[in-house]
């Protein structure tokens, strides 16, 4: 993984910086809380929540232990229907390609939709460098862009904001980059919101070149999938004459039958929707519709090394919903930025130092930034045992030639729960409820209703717990680190 | 690139070392117990209330009364050119009160530029599937559906949903739908949360979405 957030710190102290940042603990947990509330109504609608979480692991199982058929195939049916496929075996490289792509066109602009992978590969900054400028085209990135930002939340990457500070960026940075904010603008979001679209609108319907991800590539017809809210994503799918779009290996699925496992799946975890309201698919490219020129750029940037992990291998069986994030404890408290990375929360824990490695400090803190509670397991929609790969990457931490295991392992999840007695509470909720459900899903037709429950720390007792130690900052006589913690946790797993 | 692709798909292989070399993807087993329908309510009961949960105007009409619905909705909008495909039904606009600005069809004479889709008040389409359980209506740019940037640039997306498009479940619309098509999966008109998760509807796709179920 390259650029964006290298030479961050590491967890603990990045945690901790983000602990006393009043006004950010009151945005992340008002907004991880609805989310995850409405996820819960959305999921519970669903009566074989299940069945479909199961189908939803097995279909991903499948896809990976047999990838490079997969892969192949998906290169074979996206060329074939117009597309021409490149392989990116690193940032450096998939950057290299979409700037040589731009470049061809002649174009010095490109419009973008939301995507991970090029945010992981640092594609804005690579573009940059070579004259190309790169306009997020999704209201959060927007944001995120304007004011030289991180994003902070995979589903809502600007969830650190509020109103009047994005009302703010707006006014100092709109004129810099296009269509300048309206004179006298407020900060009620619908105002935002226009602003936006205004500010947009004429980039959309005269830009050349788009460059975009993708939820889901079907190896059987070498069809794209892009889920989305605003319209952002079909304008940047529709309009363009050039179509980029950078895909990791990881997001194959082996036929269009099974987007119906996960059409549901990821709408209902992910922004607790039935449904999301545009979703756009496209095989190729179209005589007479959307764009004509059309790539797919596929990434490996460090999944291969995971895949041969066998037990990290599961967390490329992610679909980005961010169900985990909004329930994280660790998460709510510590924010997105804490975690260094585009992939913030338990899946950042377990996939960045899979990507990256675990030689370097902040990676080498990520395994330890979990109090390996299990909520982001029973949330998952595609039964991602997070804690298992925690537990995991702290032994490869551990082991590690000459790194300071210690260092890495000190108090990163306890630089934002804090002392001993909450750790010990958590992981009394987590076992207790966990000794409730079945640490495996039983097959199809058992029922499994009771996971739907998600196991908290329990609100009371944490709650007083976390005034007691806003005192105690306030005096100035914080929780010090207390080493040997880690060891245990591992221990009691 | 040659050489990544051979080396990306080494690394694969090589990774997936402990995968049995006999093993087909196949025998990866994918239980499919899940339903295919949840059985929430009658189809079209359930398309209008869930359109209506994600704001969009929903109306239930006599399949012979399109027409006059058509009209009526274009008049309380107040809009006097509208857009539509080049197969449209003629008796959509029997008794319509706009202008109707039809897209060439494909390969006959250029199709309807940006900039004078974005000058119509409107659009009006069919549909190739609706999804009652989810309040969604997917076009694939098949019969009454036109091209994707039809449905995109106007501010306005009036769509026609024939009953017998309409199926229960996300499962049952994967099996109509062909891929081969490019598709557009709406669920209301175009939304954002991204501040304060406050939901404010109308960012770049058509603001307003109007719904004619034709029984
Ligand atoms: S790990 Fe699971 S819950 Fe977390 S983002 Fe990925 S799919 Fe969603």
Not at chain 1, 73 to 92: F, K, M, S, Y
Not at chain 1, 210 to 239: I, P
Not at chain 1, 313 to 336: D, H, K, T, W
Not at chain 2, 148 to 177: F, I, K, M, N, Q
């Amino acid at each position: 993984m390259s650029g964006t957030f290298i030479g961050m710190p590491a967890f603990p102290a990045a945690a901790r910086r983000a602990v006393q940042d009043a006004q950010l603990r009151h945005n992340l947990r008002k907004a991880t809380h609805t989310i995850r509330g409405k996820r819960g109504e959305a999921v519970g609608e669903l009566d074989d929540w299940a069945e479909l979480r199961e189908a939803g692991r097995a279909i991903k199982d499948r896809t990976l232990r047999h990838l490079d058929r997969y892969l192949e195939q998906l290169e074979e049916r996206a060329t074939a229907a117009g597309a021409t496929v490149h392989w990116a075996a690193d940032a450096e490289e998939a950057n290299a390609i979409v700037t040589r792509l731009v470049r061809a066109t002649g174009e010095r602009e490109v419009v973008k939709v939301k995507s991970m992978a090029t945010q992981e590969i640092g594609l804005n900054e690579a573009l940059a460098r070579a004259g190309v400028t790169a306009y997020e085209t999704d209201l959060a990135e927007l944001i995120v862009q304007l004011s030289d930002d991180f994003p902070s939340h995979i589903l809502v990457p600007a969830i650190h904001r509020n109103r009047a500070e994005i009302r703010e960026i707006f006014v100092r940075r709109m004129a810099e980059w296009g269509v300048p904010a309206p004179e006298g603008l407020g900060d009620d979001p619908r105002e935002l919101a226009e602003a936006a679209r205004v500010h947009l609108r004429e980039k959309f319907l005269t830009a050349k070149v788009a460059v975009s991800g993708a939820n889901f590539a079907v190896a059987e017809t070498g069809s794209l999938v892009v889920l989305e809210s605003e319209g952002n994503g079909r304008m940047c799918l529709t309009l363009p004459e050039t179509l980029i779009s950078v895909v990791g290996i990881e997001k194959l699925v082996p036929t269009w039958a099974d987007l119906e496992v996960f059409m549901q799946l990821l709408p209902r975890s992910s922004t607790g929707e039935r449904m999301n309201p545009y979703s756009s698919v496209w095989t190729g490219a179209t005589p007479g519709d959307g764009p004509q020129d059309v790539h797919l750029v596929l990434l490996d940037n460090g999944r291969t090394d995971t895949l041969a992990d066998r037990v990290g291998r599961q967390a490329l069986r992610c679909i980005r919903c961010s169900a985990c994030l909004n329930i994280c404890p660790v998460y709510e408290r510590s924010g997105g930025h804490a975690y260094g990375s585009v992939y913030p929360g338990p899946i950042g824990a377990v996939l960045t130092p899979q990507l990256r490695g675990v030689q370097g400090p902040a990676e080498a803190s990520l395994p330890y930034a979990s109090s390996l509670c299990g909520a982001c397991y029973e949330v998952c929609p595609v039964a991602i045992d997070i804690p298992e790969i925690l537990v995991h990457l702290r032994e490869r931490v551990a082991s590690g030639p000459g790194h300071a295991a210690e260092r890495a392992a000190m108090s990163a999840a306890e630089a934002v729960l804090g002392d001993h007695r909450l750790l010990n509470m958590a992981q009394r909720a987590a076992s207790a409820a966990r000794g409730a459900v079945p640490r495996r899903l039983p097959g199809p037709g058992a029922g499994w209703t009771d996971t739907r429950d998600i196991p908290d720390i329990p609100p009371r007792p944490f709650r007083d717990w976390w005034r007691e130690h806003e005192k105690e900052r306030a005096r100035g006589d914080g929780p010090g680190a207390a080493g040997g913690r880690a060891d245990r946790e591992g221990g009691e797993r | 690139m040659t050489g990544s692709r051979e080396r990306i798909l080494a690394r694969v292989r090589a990774a997936l070392s402990d995968v049995p070399r006999g093993e087909a993807a196949e025998d990866v087993r994918v239980p499919r117990g899940y339903r295919r329908a949840h059985g929430q309510g009658p189809a079209l009961d359930l398309l209008a209330d869930r359109l209506e949960d994600y704001r969009a105007l929903v109306r239930r009409v006599p399949a012979a009364g399109v027409g006059e619905a058509v009209a009526e909705a274009l008049r309380r909008r107040g809009a006097s050119r509208v857009a539509a495909p080049d197969d449209a039904p003629e008796e959509w606009f029997a008794s319509c009160p706009a202008e109707v600005v039809r897209d060439a069809p494909l390969g006959e004479g250029p199709p309807l530029g940006v900039a004078e889709l974005d000058a119509v008040d409107g659009v009006v389409t069919g549909c190739s599937v609706a999804i009652a359980e989810t309040g969604t209506i997917v076009l694939d740019t098949g019969e009454h559906q036109g091209r994707r940037a039809l449905t995109l640039v106007p501010d306005y997306h009036l769509c026609v949903v024939r009953a017998g498009r309409v199926v229960d479940s996300v499962p049952e619309a994967v099996a109509r739908l062909s891929p081969a098509l490019p598709q557009t999966w709406i669920s209301g008109p175009s939304a954002t949360s991204d501040i304060e998760l406050q939901r404010v509807e109308g960012v770049h796709g058509p603001r307003t979405l109007e719904v004619l179920i034709a029984e």
